[in-house]
């Protein structure tokens, strides 16, 4: 039973990876950038959510609504302020920025926030699923982070292959000039990705602290970190292999954890990254580019 | 004398310019600190500003030289640090002149980094561009959770455990390693005059490198791979001559960096700090030893000088990070400061004329 429970939530949780990946990957696909301040966005999304629920006593779906509009609003004003200006720039340029951006949310969050931890109260008030006998139990939310991460999936896959606005952003990600000439708003479109990678951290942020309840400034880093390895072990820019990469690394962080030892599990995550990158250079469902001479 | 200045190269110029900057800001601060004209906290902070200036110089022959960004350069150096303090320990009895002692110490410590870069650097020179930078990340990350697993002790002999102390096996002697609480008891073997040394070797290594055959191969692998492959450059190795100098050179500033403290973590030497150093090597100018020093120094020095404000002080760290980012990269402010200095120019000029005009006149 062991087993199976570890992997309810290893599944779990790398769906929370396949949510904030799937993020990364949009960003990557369209703006050529790695956002390291999209860990970030999670935390914020998180101290939204708990603001309103125990400080405002709104109910649980307004407080993660809230959280999902602030999130998207953030990611709309990040772009605007800080990405936008920086359009051509060479990609260090933007890489460096997007890390002071990630240590101006921190830092905003210490002084809005403090810095103790606070006891994130599950947004889901429901007792756990006892089966076998109570052999296995089962967390409500850990079913409904994994029904989550299947309808942004689908959602998402719907989105860029039906709507006008998907099309634009898969054909701003192939050719940004080409895409421009044929009439498509390119800021618009870019902005546009940012406001849905923010508004899924936002999302992220309410599952990740309703399994694992302390909330600080950095309560966003590593998560971000390991969920854009998972995206790269997908192949960035690839959305099913965001979802793929996340939960794989889920199901590998939690196994670990449990059977070799709670320190190693980072390192075994990052290897695993490692061992993938040097057998597929563009991860796994990454679109392998020839190189023209 | 001023002829031969004159006569030499922009490079070793510059390189000339480099070494003597350095040298006066070391007479500087060597005056001050014997007229006690400097407070404690920057005493302090002296030497963490020599560890962090080589290791500002050692990744710009990474990210500015060979053009590979390296997100783990802090792995490197707590490889450094940690092999650095054992062997100071181990040695302890056999070298009891310090200054000798922490030299030697270097030394292991830039070696046993060399090595990790070798390890590390074969994978990762498979890949390039922003898949290179993740795996370094990746690196970075795994040293630092192996680290965090490793215990050392020491009574006569080494003993290496990645469980726990008792798993060690030792009669009596020390622990050295703790695993996450780090190395405690160091002797602080580190001063000042070390840390300015290490700087100009590390100098001295990397424009050496930087104006060779070696450099210049390494230098057109940067700017374009398939060429220099066209023309008989074995790409691979001369990125990786780069990356495994950069990583020992690390390694020996992580040994002197953890010798100034009497305690040391293995989570000190994160993520955030190879970002740090990355910082330096950005905000410098990338590939421009010279702006990095300065990068490195000033950035150690600001958030000490910035504590009186308390906790807005890494606040606006990052502000001045990105305003820094948006200025020295946004096309319209640079079109904008371009037409400013045109008209200044113009204005200038326009002065010059009216003088000649009136000249005319009188």
Known sequence: ????????????????????????????????????????????????????????????????????????????????????????????????????????????????????????????????????????????????????????????????????????????????????????????????????????????????????????????SLPGIKAFTAAVIGGIGSIPGAALGGIMLGIIEIFAKAYIGTQLADAIVFAVLIVVLLIRPAGLLGKETREKV | MMKRFKGMDKASRDTLITYALIIVAYAIMQALLSLHAISSSMVGLLVPICAYISLSISLNLVVGISGELSLGHAGFMSVGAFTGLVAAQVLAPAIPFGPLRLLVSMVIAGIFAAVAGVLVGIPVMRLQGDYLAIVTLAFGEIIKNLLNNLYVGYDGALHFSMKDVASLGMNGGKVLINGPQGAVGITELSTFTAGFLLVLFTLFVVTNLVNSRSGRAIMAVRDNRIAAESVGIDTTKYRLMAFVVAAALAGMAGALYAMNFSSIVPKKFDFNTSILILVFVVLGGMGNIRGGIIAAALLTILPEKLRFIGDYRMLIYAIVLIAVMLFSNNEQVRMAVDSMKSRFARMRDDDVIDDAAEGGEA
């Open chain 1, 1 to 220: 039973m062991g087993f199976i429970s570890n992997l309810i939530n290893g599944i779990s949780l790398g769906s929370v990876y396949a949510i904030i990946a799937l993020g990364y990957t949009m960003v990557y696909g369209i703006a050529k950038m790695l956002n390291f301040a999209h860990g970030d966005v999670i935390m914020v999304g998180g101290y939204i959510c708990f603001i309103a629920m125990n400080n405002l006593g709104l109910p649980p779906l307004v407080a993660v609504l809230l959280s999902i509009v602030g999130c998207t609003c953030l990611g709309i004003v990040v772009e605007r302020l800080a990405y936008k200006p920086l359009r051509g720039a060479p990609s260090l340029a933007v890489l460096i920025t997007a890390i002071g951006v990630s240590y101006f949310l921190q830092n905003m969050a210490l002084l809005v926030w403090g810095a103790d931890p606070k006891a994130f109260r599950s947004v889901l008030d429901l007792p756990s699923i006892k089966l076998f006998d109570g052999q296995l139990t089962v967390s409500p939310i850990s079913i409904v982070t994994v029904l989550a991460c299947v309808a942004i999936m689908v959602g998402l896959t719907l989105f860029t292959t039906r709507t006008k606005m998907g099309k634009a952003m898969r054909a701003c990600s192939e050719d940004k000039g080409a895409a421009q000439l044929m009439g498509i708003n390119v800021d618009t479109t870019i902005s546009m990705v940012f406001a849905i990678g923010s508004g899924l951290a936002a999302i992220a942020g309410v599952l990740l602290c309703s399994t694992y309840p302390t909330l600080m400034p950095t309560t966003g």
